[in-house]
């Protein structure tokens, strides 16, 4: 239990940081007009990311796969940054 709630609330930050990074990213229009909605969204996103280590069986299920979503959320985003037009790399 422990395990599942480490991962969740270590990996699951670092996953709600950068799905809401990619979600300013690719918001159409001014990125500063969208910055403090998603900031109301964080935090609800950071806690079902927390509850949803809970779904996998193991423990180093929940760190893979946590993990694996992570690795994906950064590369969407660096992806995202350097080819979306009018971005400051």
């Known amino acids: 239990m422990i395990g599942r709630s480490l991962a969740g609330a270590l990996l699951g930050l670092t996953l709600a940081i950068a799905l809401t990074g990619l979600a300013v990213l690719c918001w159409p229009g001014d990125s ?22 809970f779904l996998y069986r193991t423990v180093a ?4 796969w946590m993990a694996l979503a992570n690795l994906v959320a950064f590369a969407a985003l660096w ?11």
Do not use: D, E, N
């Not at 299920?61 to 893979?64: K, N, P, S, T, Y």
């Not at 992806?79 to 790399?89: C, E, N």
């Open 32 to 53: 500063i007009r969208v910055l403090v909605p998603a900031v109301v969204v964080f935090f609800p996103l950071y806690m079902v990311l927390i509850l949803a280590a």
């Open 61 to 64: 299920r929940a760190w893979g």
């Open 79 to 89: 992806i995202a940054q350097r080819t979306l037009p009018g971005l400051p790399s």
